[in-house]
């Protein structure tokens, strides 16, 4: 592609961008600080020289593939914004439905641990929607514990931290809490998703096991049975085509009302189950 090296208006530098106008947009509001009122009220100015280059530097890295969320440093989830890094995985509007699931279950001054939390999305909303409830976000990653713990200061959340793997992050008392919920690498290996789009530059280890992508939930599942209260609930979300197969492991760790819950487009997207009374 063929840039002009004079300098051009807001409205022109976006007509040019080669990216959706949104994308341009947001870019260029990153750059050169302006709210999208004054972008509009300011289209016909020309674009400072001082942005420039950095200007068609990050529009360069989007058409290359890079995530516009990467490239703007935050994300939007459940109406906030969360600062996002390479470190972490992109919040994905999905996972809005098992914050939603958690939420509707959750009994007051009720205890709730989501397992590799990521940029905190799921915690930090937990913990804002419902200043009740006891949250508590773990994470393998230092790196995504601590985007995880400054959106959680940003946003005001009030949050226990703990690093490590899965139950390891920390040993809870068993029969601790009301609701475990986790959106856990899920995606099998050699899935061509991995090879497409965002998730090209999204942490490996935060998208697949490695193996056939329910290994986390098997470990999920069975360890969940120490952590939960008689009557608690284990919320995961997974792909598209492993609703049976994770109905079939919450089933064999004998957890009751066992569903699935589908995404906006259908899809099987959350399974949720309890432990018996
Ligand atoms: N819990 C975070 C999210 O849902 C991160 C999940 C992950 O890294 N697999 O966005």
């Not at 750059?31 to 360069?60: F, M, T, Y």
């Not at 397992?115 to 937990?126: E, F, H, K, Q, Y």
């Not at 965002?198 to 280890?205: G, I, Q, S, V, Y």
């Not at 919320?235 to 995404?263: C, K, Y």
Request: proline fraction near 6%; glycine fraction near 10%.
């Amino acid at each position: 592609m063929m840039f002009h090296t004079s300098p051009l208006t807001y409205e022109q530098w976006l007509r040019q961008s080669g990216l959706p106008r949104l994308e341009g947009r947001l870019l260029l509001q990153a750059c050169c600080g302006l709210s999208h009122a004054q972008l509009i009220s300011r289209g016909g100015e020309a674009v400072p020289a001082a942005q420039w280059a950095d200007l068609n530097a990050l529009a360069q890295r989007r058409r290359n593939g890079e995530p516009l969320a990467y490239l703007l440093g935050w994300r939007e989830f459940y109406g906030r914004r969360f600062r996002v890094s390479p470190a972490v995985l992109i919040p994905r509007p999905e996972t809005e439905h098992l914050l939603e699931a958690a939420l509707e279950r959750l009994p007051a001054g009720g205890r709730v641990w989501d397992l590799g939390t990521g940029s905190g999305a799921l915690a930090v909303s937990a913990a804002l929607e419902r200043p009740d409830a006891a949250v508590r976000a773990s994470d393998l990653s230092r790196e995504a514990l601590a985007v995880a713990q400054e959106n959680a200061e940003t946003l005001g959340a009030r949050i226990e931290f703990a690093c490590g793997s899965w139950f390891e992050a920390q040993p809870a008392a068993a029969g601790h809490f009301d609701i475990l919920l986790s959106n856990p690498p899920y995606i099998e290996q050699g899935d061509p998703h991995l090879q497409q789009g965002d998730l090209r530059f999204e942490p490996a280890a935060a998208l697949t096991d490695f193996g056939d992508g329910l290994a986390h939930i098997r470990t999920l599942a069975a360890g969940a049975v120490r952590h939960l209260k008689a009557g608690g609930w284990l919320m995961l979300e997974h792909g598209w085509n492993q609703g049976p197969a994770v109905r079939g492991i919450l089933a064999e760790n004998r957890f009751q009302d066992v569903a699935t819950l589908p995404d906006l487009a259908g899809l099987d997207r959350i399974t949720l189950g309890r432990l018996p009374d």
